[in-house]
């Protein structure tokens, strides 16, 4: 789920790349490689951040659970 979400967001993340480009360089990336850098750029960044967040999920919760009434 958390993978299909960051997909789903790719577009996003391109219109805060996209604000970015154009605040560093003062316009809009042209047609062709910049721009299809800049896209590419946006669907791995939200890739890797998503895989990154999968694992380094902590403990499941029945394990917490457990853990701490056997600590009590």
Request: aromatic share 8%; glycine share 12%.
């Amino acid at each position: 789920m958390i993978r299909g979400y960051a997909i789903g967001q790719g577009a996003g993340t391109q219109f805060v790349t996209g604000m970015c480009w154009a605040v560093a360089t003062g316009g809009r990336p042209e047609e062709g490689m910049p721009k299809a850098v800049l896209l590419a750029a946006s669907w791995v960044f939200n890739i890797l951040l998503a895989e990154w967040l999968i694992r380094r999920r902590p403990a499941t919760a029945g394990k917490r659970l457990r853990a701490a009434a056997s600590a009590s």
